[in-house]
């Protein structure tokens, strides 16, 4: 729980590069993860504690917010196995990949968030999109627009703006 709860909550966007089978624990942590890689031709997820009676309850609350409640149900009620094109389908999985560029292509995702992303800014989502779950839309509004003013004063915007502005490129 605390692990999937500290992956979540991190600052810093997590990304997951599955080669091979994640199932049952493996499944969820790569269900915590911001962004998923897949190998084509290995990789295999599944919710399968159902099937030696036991549930995948620390993960549910995030695969809910994932996928939707009733793929959901489906997934962990069936336990099926399924492949990185159907986990992608279903938006487990952000991209899938030959496994040969597996490595490569996780890789430079995470070169070109570092390059092309505030890191003060992902955060910032992160934390915003942790929140956002259970609050009225009246309180999510007021949240979103305190955190919006709030991002107005980081140094990281003030110079994303200042390089618009010059028609510069940013370093970050």
Not at 57 to 84: P, Q
Request: glycine fraction near 6%.
């Amino acid at each position: 729980m605390a692990l999937f709860h500290q992956m979540y909550s991190h600052r810093k966007p997590i990304i997951a590069a599955v080669h091979g089978n994640a199932l049952a624990g493996g499944c969820g942590l790569a269900t915590v993860c911001d962004l998923v890689v897949a190998s084509r031709e290995t990789a295999r997820f599944g919710y399968t504690e159902v099937k030696i009676g036991f549930i995948p309850a620390i993960v549910m609350i995030f695969l809910v917010r994932r996928v939707g409640e009733a793929k959901a149900r489906e997934l962990t009620l069936r336990g099926n196995i399924f492949s990185a094109e159907e986990a992608h389908k279903i938006g487990l999985v952000n991209f899938v990949v030959p496994e040969t560029q597996l490595e490569e292509f996780s890789l430079q995702l995470a070169s070109d968030l570092i390059k092309q992303c505030s890191a003060s800014s992902m955060g910032l989502i992160k934390e915003l999109l942790a929140r956002l779950h259970g609050m009225s839309t009246t309180d999510a509004l007021h949240y979103a627009a305190n955190l919006n003013a709030l991002t107005r004063m980081t140094d990281d915007c003030k110079k994303g703006i200042d390089a618009f502005l010059k028609k510069e490129p940013i370093q970050w």
